[in-house]
């Protein structure tokens, strides 16, 4: 079955700090992937998706690219900002079909000034 | 254009109440599917679900959870009787056609069952 596992929180940086934060997945055959954002208290916000092999998916400064090699999609920002405190989500559903998200647990970011 | 709606935002059950909770997805849409989010956890896939149809519900459990997406109207998740470790964010999402792999989420309901 499918799975994803990412990096534990809480990650703690200061603002202009550069972040990544890891995701690795288990899948059938090709799955699409995403990472979704959630605020406090609200709902999750779609930030990038990448829908093959060696896709960057980008958003609002953040970008990940789609690893088949090592079934990786990390989260990276080169330089960030105290509101993008949040928990961050990576996500996989297969490809082509309207099917289930599977979730990792989620890292929440903690952006200092 | 609306994005995906839930109510209530809140909602507070004593044990052993039903809790119904509403996702009006998307204007246009027609696949729904619902989520579960336990404190500090990732969500959970519960059911996904067309107008008038349950086409996988190997997340809901199998006892005093149901779902429906009626022709007219809202989807809702029923929860019967319900038990402390029912408390958690219920998420709504929606897509537009079979083949599309995005997802669009409401804001969630928080159910505290006293």
């Known amino acids: 079955g499918n799975s994803v596992t990412q990096m534990e929180g809480p990650v703690t940086l200061s603002e202009e700090a550069f972040l990544t934060i890891n995701c690795t997945y288990t899948a059938t055959g090709y799955p699409s992937l995403f990472w979704y954002v959630q605020y406090p208290g609200e709902g999750l916000q779609l930030l990038l998706k990448a829908t093959k092999a060696d896709d960057k998916g980008s958003n609002k400064g953040f970008e990940a690219t789609y690893r088949k090699e090592t079934t990786s999609f990390h989260l990276e920002k080169g330089s960030v900002q105290v509101s993008d405190s949040a928990v961050y989500f990576c996500?996989?559903?297969?490809?082509?079909?309207?099917?289930?998200?599977?979730f990792g647990t989620g890292t929440r970011l903690q952006v200092t000034l | 254009n609306a994005g995906v709606m839930q109510n209530p935002r809140h909602l507070v059950r004593r044990r052993g109440q039903e809790a119904r909770l509403r996702c009006s997805p998307m204007?246009?849409?027609?696949?729904v599917y619902w989520y579960r989010q336990l404190p500090e956890e990732g969500l959970k896939f519960m059911v996904y679900l067309q107008k008038e149809n349950i086409i996988d519900e190997s997340g809901m459990p199998k006892e005093r959870f149901s779902a429906e997406f009626p022709k007219e109207g809202p989807s809702i998740l029923r929860i019967q009787q319900v038990v402390r470790g029912d408390s958690a964010a219920y998420f709504c999402a929606s897509s537009p056609t079979k083949d599309s792999y995005e997802q669009y989420f409401g804001p969630g309901t928080r159910l505290t069952v006293t």
């Open positions: 996500a996989l559903t297969n490809t082509g079909t309207a099917s289930k998200l599977t």
């Open positions: 204007k246009g849409h027609s696949h």
